[in-house]
């Protein structure tokens, strides 16, 4: 399976089903998902609903343009349909059930356009659930270019309605109009072990989770997608779980090759005050700020690491010298932060 079709697939089943899994679960009673496009009666009388999808993504060049585009329905069962190919200036239109699905190129402006329309007659008056039953749940559009490349949507400004498209592929001739807010390239982070249904949240926390789910919890699911989930995550063993834990990697130190974990920086000067690792300093965060930041005001601490991110700012990591589990928390990496005008170096 190609990186693009595993993060299409993960997207598609997000909010499918949430913790704890059962299909009492309040939060589980109806489907969950984004992207959601509702039969247009009930989107005229629920604000923020919509009856449709416009995705609209500038080309540069290209020959021809497909679009693939996959949905749920209120069972569950997943829809795939194909448009195109198609040339510039060139539309196509196909109608399947309840639903109309266009492709169109407009060469005078190098827009390519997919719409889809729920066009199910319903009565008036729906509650969320009869809505949903007649809806395209989690719509997800993927538009390719042959021999041509997409200029990034977030770029570019054009109409786009209950879709957020972001170029897909390492040669941009893919756009994914997600259900979600996503970068231009997203891809599933490597050290995932799968589909959670709730892939927004943190993967660590639900594996965890799931851990502690009941016999009774697990023998009252009966979706056979999520009981999958539940027999995979729970053969995850104990390493397999660590290695969720945490963005930071170990890295090599800087003498004989031993292993630290992201050691930082060694050194560093803001507002010409200079910060070197292993020193003490006063913390000093104000009695303005969290009840944590107040009882530690005034107390000594070791600068275990410094750090710098992408925007320049420097994190300065410290363990407090009178806490009785200061070497624990050294041993394990388990800092306390502060900024450089939080701390006095002494």
């Known amino acids: 399976m ?6 299409v697939d993960s997207l598609l089943y997000e909010g499918y089903a949430l913790y704890p899994y059962t299909p009492d679960a309040t939060k589980n009673a109806t489907p969950t998902p984004f992207g959601i496009v509702y039969p247009a009666a009930y989107a005229a009388e629920c604000e923020g609903a919509s009856d449709h999808v416009r995705l609209e993504s500038a080309a540069e060049r290209g020959t021809s343009f497909t679009a693939t585009l996959r949905w749920l329905d209120a069972a569950g069962a997943e829809h795939r349909l194909e448009l195109g190919p198609i040339g510039w200036a060139e539309r196509t239109t196909t109608t399947v059930a309840d639903a109309r699905f266009t492709l169109r190129t407009d060469a005078g402006d190098g827009v390519v356009r997919c719409c889809v329309h729920n066009t199910a007659e319903v009565a008036t008056g729906l509650d969320r659930a009869q809505a949903l039953a007649r809806s395209l749940l989690s719509v997800h559009i993927l538009l390719h270019v042959d021999h041509g490349r997409f200029r990034s949507p977030l770029e570019a400004r054009l109409e786009n309605v209950n879709t957020w498209p972001v170029l897909a592929t390492d040669n941009d001739d893919t756009i994914l109009g997600a259900a979600i807010v996503l970068p231009d390239h997203p891809e599933v982070a490597p050290r995932s072990h799968g589909n959670l249904f709730d892939n927004t949240e943190i993967e660590e926390a639900l594996v965890l989770h799931v851990q ?20 995979r995550t729970l053969a995850l ?28 920086e060694d050194r560093a000067t803001v507002d010409g005050v200079t910060f070197v690792k292993g020193t003490t300093l006063l913390l000093k965060p104000g009695t303005d ?26 994190h300065l990591a410290v363990t407090v010298d009178d806490d009785p589990g200061q070497q624990l928390m050294r041993a394990t990496g388990r800092y306390l932060f502060f900024f450089a005008d939080e701390v006095q170096p002494l």
Do not use: C, F
């Open 237 to 264: 063993g104990p390493s397999e779980i660590m290695d969720l834990h945490s963005g930071l990697r170990e890295v090599a130190g800087p003498a004989l090759g031993e292993v630290d974990n992201n050691p930082g």
């Open 2 to 7: 190609s990186k693009l079709d595993q993060l």
């Open 289 to 314: 700020r969290s009840v944590h930041d107040r009882l530690l005001d005034g107390h000594r601490a070791t600068l275990e690491r410094i750090y710098v991110d992408y925007d320049g700012r420097v």
């Open 212 to 231: 502690t789910l009941t016999d009774e919890e697990r023998e009252a699911v009966g979706d056979p997608k999520v009981r999958a989930m539940l027999e």
